[in-house]
């Protein structure tokens, strides 16, 4: 009798925990079959794009495509209809963010235009397994504020001069550009405070913050979660004197929530999908994105390293996309360098975006910063810049540093705002190309840095037209890196010669021809005495001379 009592309650157990999962709500991507007699039409894309984005795509070329239409609402009532809750639409994947239970979710992929769910599966279950919050954010945060006298510079950088001077924005600054009428979004775990602090005062005083959107909470307000990405921003924006000045402190600014920090799952993946797009539909001409996903709170649903092949992550299809309507997009390559995984993470492995890792300010590459390259063997972290102890705003409204590609990246995307504003012809591939390109080692990149550190003045010279004979950084930059523009080089090898003001030769050399060459020089001309030197180059009977400046 007693054995058959307990055989009977635990089938009541088993029955009970069997129906409480059938009506566990879960999230799904679901995936379209097609945009049929769909009310929108790419002749119309003031409905669903604003002009600014519709003039981002004109004045590059991109025309409006079918990926640009939003979802069928025909299909979303339908959804709706069989019982899912639809937590959002996108239309470069033509899928359907719901919530839904087993039943529910039979019904939805019974429906005829249902092609089926992202990876088959749930992004993520109702429950998922409590995360550490800063497994991702890799700050070391220094909250003390600290005081330090302002060099001779136009803008009293203080704190923050090395971070900027490493990547010529200071140049960029001294010439203007200071990221006027660019618009920057940015996806990140919130922006804490950033409505309140001082540093971020004319920011917000201005009315450049021109969007918001949490796609966390469905809400619009950013200002109350994760404090990252106000790190993240006061990078770019702020404005207090001998502490912190942003790398585009004049820019407009989009800010998106897409993280969760208290989970890692791939619905992470799927905000970052919905963020992009948003971010696309404003018409911001920047991305920038401090967030970067390999291994999740379930490990059966974690990427591989063979699976960072720019093809696979949800977040690098994204990423990809977007790098297509015409935004540059500026990832940070992840902190997992001293780590077991070691390689960079998703979307950093997309082909079009610049992926950034991040050096100390002697340039060498910070420990934690992950290696490339991506798994089909392309150069990546494309660039880096300063991420070891950066000076960055904190929510207490005091200025600290802190530690990680999370913020390499954004000092990226502020030199790219400024150097698209100074050259607005150009396409976004025109700017990751030449980003790429004034890489202090675009001619021997590898798998720890990439093409090196970029720098202003050098990107301002490739972008110039190939028909005269210049050289730039002129002052020489500290990494000795220079790049040299020759119209007609000619075929046979070029020879250099160095000599010091009275003529002596200090420095030769070799070079293939080539109408765009860098040069970095080597250690003994870097410890020569500050002067003036001529660069000479002969190729043939081409010879051409210039003067040099070492600071």
């Not at 010529?168 to 618009?183: F, I, N, S, T, W």
């Not at 610049?354 to 063997?377: E, M, N, Q």
């Not at 720098?455 to 972008?463: D, I, P």
Request: aromatic content about 8%; proline content about 5%; some cysteine.
């Amino acid at each position: 009798m007693g054995k058959n009592k307990l055989l009977f309650f635990c089938l009541c157990l088993i029955s009970l925990a069997a129906s409480a999962q059938t009506t566990v709500s879960r999230k799904y991507l679901v995936l379209l079959k097609d945009k049929t007699n769909s009310p929108y039409a790419v002749s119309r894309p003031q409905e669903f794009l604003s002009q600014r984005a519709i003039d981002r795509r004109t004045r590059q070329g991109i025309a409006v495509a079918e990926r640009d239409l939003p979802v069928n609402p025909s299909y979303v009532t339908q959804l709706k209809q069989a019982g899912a809750t639809v937590r959002y639409t996108s239309r470069w994947m033509n899928a359907a963010l719901i919530e839904a239970t087993d039943a529910v979710l039979t019904k939805v992929l019974a429906l005829s235009f249902v092609k089926g769910l992202e990876f088959n599966r749930s992004l993520a279950g109702a429950q998922p397994l409590t995360a550490d919050p800063n497994a991702r954010v890799a700050v070391t945060s220094n909250a003390q504020q600290r005081k330090m006298g302002t060099a001779a510079n136009a803008l009293p950088y203080g704190l923050s001069r090395t971070q900027l001077t490493q990547i010529g924005v200071d140049k960029m600054h001294a010439q203007g550009y200071r990221g006027e009428g660019m618009l920057i979004a940015l996806l990140d775990a919130g922006f804490r405070n950033a409505n309140r602090v001082p540093f971020l005062d004319k920011l917000f005083a201005d009315n450049r913050v021109v969007a918001t959107k949490d796609f966390v909470e469905n809400e619009l307000n950013v200002y109350d979660d994760d404090a990252h990405g106000l790190h993240v921003l006061s990078i770019l924006a702020a404005t207090s004197d001998s502490l912190l000045y942003g790398a585009a402190f004049k820019a407009s600014y989009v800010l998106i929530e897409t993280e969760d920090v208290r989970y890692e799952t791939q619905i992470e993946e799927a905000n970052w999908l919905l963020g992009a797009e948003f971010a696309d539909s404003t018409g911001a001409d920047v991305l920038s994105s401090s967030l970067g996903y390999t291994q999740f709170d379930d490990y059966a649903t974690s990427y591989t390293y063979a699976q960072l092949n720019g093809k696979t992550a949800l977040s690098t299809r994204a990423a990809q996309i977007a790098s297509e309507t015409g935004m540059v997009i500026v990832v940070s390559a992840g902190n997992e360098g001293n780590d077991p995984w070691r390689y960079i993470s998703a979307p950093s492995d997309a082909a079009g975006v610049l992926a950034i890792g991040a050096v100390d300010g002697y340039g060498a590459r910070a420990a934690f910063s992950s290696f490339g390259p991506s798994a089909d063997g392309r150069v990546k972290p494309d660039v880096a810049a300063f991420g070891l102890g950066t000076i960055i705003g904190l929510p207490t409204g005091v200025i600290g540093a802190g530690s990680g590609t999370s913020y390499s990246g954004p000092l990226v995307a502020g030199l790219v705002a400024g150097f698209w504003q100074a050259n607005p012809t150009l396409k976004a591939t025109d700017v990751v190309r030449i980003i790429r390109e004034s890489g202090s080692q675009y001619a021997t990149p590898d798998a720890s840095l990439g093409y090196g550190i970029p720098n202003f003045s050098r990107a301002t010279l490739l972008a110039l037209p190939v028909d005269r004979f210049t050289i730039a950084p002129n002052p020489v930059g500290s990494d000795g890196t220079i790049t040299i523009l020759w119209p007609t080089p000619g075929k046979t090898t070029i020879d250099l010669t160095l000599t010091d003001a009275a003529g002596r030769p200090v420095w030769r050399s070799q070079a293939k021809p080539d109408s765009r060459m860098t040069i970095t020089l080597p250690h003994q001309v870097m410890s020569m005495p500050t002067g003036i030197y001529y660069l000479s180059l002969l190729n043939g009977d081409q010879k051409q001379t210039l003067r040099l400046l070492k600071p």
